[in-house]
T-cell receptor, first 121, second 111 residues
Framework: GAVVSQHPSRVICKSGTSVKIECRSLDFQATTMFWYRQFPKKSLMLMATSNEGSKATYEQGVEKDKFLINHASLTLSTLTVTSAHPEDSSFYIC?????????????????FGEGSRLTVL | DAKTTQPPSMDCAEGRAANLPCNHSTISGNEYVYWYRQIHSQGPQYIIHGLKNNETNEMASLIITEDRKSSTLILPHATLRDTAVYYCIVKPFSGYSTLTFGKGTMLLVSP
């Protein structure tokens, strides 16, 4: 199946610093990528939807100035947690959908990255 | 809000079939049933999806009732590595909709 890779898989940072997480589609072009957050023993919660070349759409309650999303190419989206605080510690997961007419058949399925665990001290 | 209902947890003996139920009584005509699973500290993994016919792939089988109000995911020979949270999700086949995750079923496969 298609591969989506996230980096870093784990990051520990000090409170007040910014952290960037990358999400790459390795063998297909992704016009749309989604960012989720998952707290311990909870389900995944959608944070935002990003489309290549346009601004991200954020879910209600997600601060767009705090969680900066950039989707500058068809294979890369980044999530930057700005001025991170301990309550931002979470498991961040991206997913990607293939471009229409691309090599990935449109089954409607999404491909997920391995996740990035952020710990803010 | 998730449109599906799943039992919070299930147990299964290694080598036996695991049958995971899902209720989706308000499913719309254009919505498919998708199953994903999430092994601890990993991203979700696609398993299978279907509209109204039963489906089978190398991972699992999906049985959808005739009225489409419920379905069952079957892992024919569960292994310890199948221990995970299994999510049943309904959504339109294409378009710009994403996946809305409910609480899923925690499947524990024991030796």
């Amino acid at each position: 199946g298609a591969v989506v890779s996230q980096h870093p898989s784990r990051v520990i940072c000090k409170s007040g610093t910014s952290v960037k997480i990358e999400c790459r589609s390795l063998d297909f072009q992704a016009t749309t990528m989604f960012w989720y957050r998952q707290f311990p023993k909870k389900s995944l919660m959608l944070m935002a939807t990003s489309n290549e070349g346009s601004k991200a759409t954020y879910e209600q309650g997600v601060e767009k100035d705090k969680f900066l999303i950039n989707h500058a190419s068809l294979t890369l989206s980044t999530l930057t947690v700005t001025s991170a605080h301990p309550e931002d510690s979470s498991f961040y997961i991206c997913s990607a959908r293939g471009a229409a007419g691309g090599s990935i058949s449109n089954t409607g399925e999404l491909f997920f990255g391995e996740g990035s665990r952020l710990t803010v001290l | 809000d998730a449109k599906t209902t799943q039992p919070p947890s299930m147990d299964c003996a290694e080598g036996r079939a695991a049958n995971l139920p899902c209720n989706h009584s308000t499913i719309s005509g254009n919505e498919y049933v998708y199953w994903y699973r999430q092994i601890h500290s990993q991203g979700p993994q696609y398993i299978i999806h279907g509209l109204k016919n039963n489906e089978t792939n190398e991972m699992a089988s999906l049985i959808i009732t005739e009225d489409r109000k419920s379905s069952t995911l079957i892992l024919p020979h569960a292994t310890l590595r199948d221990t995970a949270v299994y999510y049943c999700i309904v959504k339109p086949f294409s378009g710009y909709s994403t996946l809305t995750f409910g609480k899923g079923t925690m499947l524990l496969v024991s030796p």
